[in-house]
């Protein structure tokens, strides 16, 4: 029994030593880029930046490895090894931890970072003389990571005692929604959380959130919210929403749009503040909405060998602007060839940013061999997905008519042949009848 015990109790602790050392690796390695501003050359000119390769240990535990113990890649400046102890796990995410020997890497870039107040009202300093903390008092850099896929954006604000490569997480921002693609007049997520060290004091003095639109150098305030003093600053953005419940309990700042608008495309930039800190992430938003496809005339009248019949095909509704109209033909016997692009007008835009587009084509009967009939396909190719429409052609007065039509042509000869026999029998008896009554009256 006290041999059975021993076993289960050496089993527990294997089990945890395994468990700590999995969520010890489940922490990546970060291979960075550190990026700083050269002096100013004078004269106006905005400073050169270098580029170093810098590696980043992370940890969830203040009292893990360190960096330090880790041995230095040789072409890696030692000076440029860091180790970030993020509590919040955020930097733990697996699209920043790939396999080993995977081709595809999380981006990553690190700078130094100058604490200052914030331009937004609601900042206050901390301290009633208006004089910086001691807490500002060390080595700030702020960390821009992308992990593979586009599966999560970070940025991160942490502090390093001076003199240290010991780095703390005090403010991080992220998103699980770098690329988001959405259909017109559905609603629309943007996600967007933040997690503030609660041991900084910084962390304890309010905290503000903004999300801003840029599109082809203009941009716009969407919306802004304090959360020191519970208000929303006035926008001119209609339809866009917070979750303030979710936003105070869970940090989750995501953004609502409830109806999409072609309007909406373009790169949202959400960004947290707290005293004297801010880091934000951005996230790119397009409105995909396929076409709608009609064809003109529709149904195809009649058409004769020889005959030269335009045929329409209108696209209409669809955002972004690419398109691509094409057509094809179906025959009678199952086979499909293409007719070409046809005759493609410029791009025409609706009211709601939308855009239409139609195609021409000329179809030749005695040209494009379509004696037998068949369908006629508009087939339109937008980031939306694939679209098509059909209309039939029926050719008539055709010279070679297929084994089908003339085994229907011989089976109306013969209902016609029947029936003209049905009639002369019955026209035969009654004449035959109106004799013999003419007769018996002349006996």
């Known amino acids: 029994m006290t041999d059975f015990s021993t076993i289960y109790k050496l089993s527990l602790v294997a089990l945890t030593c395994f468990i700590q050392a999995c969520s010890s690796s489940s922490c990546p390695v970060l291979e960075c880029w550190f990026v700083q501003e050269k002096a100013g050359r004078g004269g106006g000119l905005t400073g050169a930046t270098t580029q170093e390769k810098s590696l980043i240990h992370i940890k969830t535990d203040p009292n893990g ?17 860091y180790s970030i102890t993020d509590p919040s796990a955020t930097l733990c995410h697996r699209s920043l931890n790939p396999p080993r020997g995977s081709i595809k890497k999380p981006q990553c870039e690190i700078n130094p970072f100058l604490p200052q107040p914030s331009s937004l009202k609601w900042v206050a300093p901390l301290t009633d003389s208006a004089l910086s903390p001691i807490y500002l008092q060390a080595d700030w850099f702020s960390s821009a990571l992308q992990g593979i896929n586009e599966q999560i954006c970070v940025s991160s604000i942490t502090r390093a005692p001076t003199g240290t490569k010991e780095q703390s997480v005090i403010l991080s921002v992220m998103s699980k929604t770098v690329s988001v693609q959405a259909r017109l007049g559905k609603p629309v997520l943007l996600d967007c959380g933040f997690w503030a060290d609660p041991s900084s004091p910084l962390s304890g003095s309010g905290f503000a959130v903004e999300w801003r639109y840029q599109f082809r150098g203009e941009g716009r305030l969407v919306l802004a919210y304090d959360g020191k003093t519970d208000r929303f600053a006035e926008t001119q953005e209609k339809g866009a929403t917070l979750d303030i419940e979710a936003l105070h309990k869970n940090r989750n700042a995501s953004l609502v749009l409830e109806e999409a608008k072609v309007r909406h495309s373009g790169t949202y930039i959400c960004t947290v503040y707290l005293p004297y800190l801010l880091a934000q992430v951005a996230l790119e938003l397009e409105i995909v909405e396929p076409p709608s496809l009609s064809i003109h005339p529709s149904p195809l009248p009649l058409t004769v060998p020889g005959q030269v019949l335009s045929v329409q095909c209108e696209a209409s509704g669809f955002a972004p602007l690419s398109l691509e109209l094409s057509w094809e033909f179906k025959g009678a016997d199952g086979t499909t060839r293409p007719l070409g692009s046809g005759s493609v007008s410029g791009h025409r835009e609706a009211w709601d940013g939308t855009f239409s587009q139609s195609s021409r084509l000329e179809l030749d ?66 004449g035959s009848d109106e004799a013999d009554k003419q007769d018996k009256k002349e006996k």
């Open 65 to 81: 490895q360190s960096a330090e113990s880790q041995r230095a890649p040789a072409d890696i400046n030692p000076d440029r090894i």
């Open 365 to 430: 009967t005695s040209k494009l061999d379509l004696s037998t009939g068949g369908e006629v396909t508009c087939v339109a190719v937008h980031a939306g997905g694939t679209r098509r429409a059909s209309v039939t052609l029926n050719v008539i007065g055709f010279s070679a008519p297929s084994i089908e039509d003339s085994m229907a042509m011989v089976g109306v000869a013969l209902v016609l042949y029947g029936l003209i026999k049905f009639v002369s029998w019955t026209f035969a008896g009654s």
